[in-house]
């Protein structure tokens, strides 16, 4: 399968900071990207759509300004975490299609603490 | 009620054993289903994609599909410890902008 990958893989951070999370895919160009959070034990829950060159679009209930997402290229998207707050520690994932059959590969995600 | 419905489980085979994992659905819009696996803190990898009633097999992995049920399957043969993971259905269809509908995911022990 097609190659997704996260950087970092682990992140701890003091409450106020900002915080960026890299998604990209390594072997294919990805029109449109997708992050998750994760929490344990639980589904994945999508927060937001990325598709390149435009602006993302957040699932009901996902405070746009507070994370920060752009999809500069075909291969790289960036998750910001802004203004970081104990609350938002969490596994965040995201996730990249491939254009014609749609399928969606997951990068390894990152694991943000905030303290 | 939700779109996709998967029993969490867990579910306790021993090695070697036939597991069935099912997932069902109430949207008969969706046309592209998918069976991820996901160990522990790491991202979902995609395991099987299927988008037509029917059984789709890859190696010890077969997808099934039942599209007038809204039924979907996936078997494991001669499983092994290494099996245990999350498993997670998910299903999308064209129009949605890829964005996929997951299942809660059914977690999976394989004992030795």
């Known amino acids: 399968g097609a190659v997704v990958s996260q950087h970092p893989s682990r992140v701890i951070c003091k409450s106020g900071t900002s915080v960026k999370i890299e998604c990209r895919s390594l072997?294919?160009?990805?029109?449109?990207m997708f992050w998750y959070r994760q929490f344990p034990k639980k589904s994945l829950m999508l927060m937001a759509t990325s598709n390149e060159g435009s602006k993302a679009t957040y699932e009901q209930g996902v405070e746009k300004d507070k994370f920060l997402i752009n999809h500069a290229s075909l291969t790289l998207s960036t998750l910001t975490v802004t203004s970081a707050h104990p609350e938002d520690s969490s596994f965040y994932i995201c996730s990249a299609r491939t254009s014609g059959r749609g399928e969606q590969f997951f990068g390894p995600g990152t694991r943000l603490t905030v303290l | 009620q939700k779109e996709v419905e998967q029993d969490p489980g867990p579910l306790s085979v021993p090695e070697g054993a036939i597991v069935s994992l099912n997932c069902t659905y109430s949207n008969s819009a969706f046309q592209y289903f998918m069976w991820y696996r996901q160990y522990s803190r790491k991202g979902p990898e995609l395991l099987m994609y299927?988008?037509?009633?029917g059984n789709k097999e890859d190696g010890r992995f077969t997808a099934q599909v039942d599209k007038s049920s809204k039924y979907i399957s996936l078997f494991i043969r001669d499983s092994q410890p290494s099996d245990s993971a999350t498993y997670l259905c998910?299903?999308?269809?064209?129009?949605?902008?890829?964005?996929?509908?997951f299942g809660q995911g059914t977690t999976l022990q394989v004992k030795p």
């Open positions: 072997d294919f160009q990805a029109t449109t």
């Open positions: 998910a299903m999308t269809y064209s129009g949605n902008t890829g964005k996929l509908i």
């Open positions: 299927t988008y037509s009633s």
